[in-house]
């Protein structure tokens, strides 16, 4: 059965720096990766997925993620955080073949002025 | 227009009362979820329809039944309400299962 891990819970990052948020997958055969984000009281909201192709995926927002076949990772990255991006981040995967997506403990991002 | 829709927003109840989540996508998608949310913000999903018929479901008590009428809609019935399910519950949809999910605003759900 695929799993996902966020060995982080909390990430604390100064506005306008780069930001990484860190995942790692576990799958029997070819991944399907997803980052989601969500705002206080509100639902997640789609940002980006990896289904095959250039290992690094662009999404909303300026967020972009890294696939990493060898080190089983998809670290979510933006090159200049805002404020307004500190939020509750999940990463999620599913198995080729597989319609069960399971999502990571997600981790908690919090940028300071 | 919202995307996918929850209501109510917020249901508070007594122990041992029936209560029902209902949740609405108007974007064709084929696929619906529940998830619940705990207070430590884990995410576990419930159940998956794709076209009506359940294609997921995960250990949850049989207290908790999904309805879907039409593919468009996808119900949560909850019997004799506990402590523990108190709790954010999400409906989310997606145009093919396993594909990327949109997600409604949440119904938070506080058993008293």
């Known amino acids: 059965a695929q799993s996902v891990a966020q060995p982080e819970d909390q990430v604390n990052v100064a506005e306008g720096n780069p930001l990484t948020v860190k995942c790692t997958y576990s799958?029997?055969?070819?991944?399907?990766l997803f980052w989601y984000v969500q705002y206080p009281n509100r639902g997640l909201q789609f940002l980006l997925k990896?289904?095959?192709?250039?290992?690094l995926v662009k999404g909303s927002y300026g967020f972009e993620a890294e696939f990493n076949k060898s080190q089983t990772s998809f670290h979510l990255k933006k090159p200049s955080a805002l404020v307004s991006d500190s939020a509750l981040y999940f990463c999620a995967v599913r198995d080729w073949g597989n319609n069960d997506m399971r999502f990571g403990a997600g981790t908690r991002l919090t940028v300071k002025p | 227009d919202t995307a996918v829709s929850q209501t109510p927003k917020y249901l508070v109840t007594q122990m041992g009362n029936d209560k029902s989540i209902k949740c609405e996508q108007n974007?064709?998608?084929?696929?619906m979820y529940w998830y619940k949310q705990d207070s430590k913000k884990f995410l576990k999903i419930m159940f998956s329809?794709?076209?009506?018929?359940?294609?997921i479901n995960e250990t949850v008590p049989n207290r908790f039944s999904p309805k879907s009428p039409d593919k468009a809609h996808l119900n949560l019935h909850i019997n004799s309400l506990e402590l523990g399910d108190s709790a954010v519950y999400f409906c989310a949809s997606s145009q093919v299962a396993g594909n990327e999910q949109f997600f409604g605003p949440g119904t938070r759900l506080t058993v008293l």
């Open positions: 799958v029997s055969g070819n991944p399907y």
């Open positions: 329809y794709n076209n009506k018929e359940l294609i």
């Open positions: 974007l064709g998608h084929d696929t």
């Open positions: 990896y289904i095959t192709g250039d290992n």
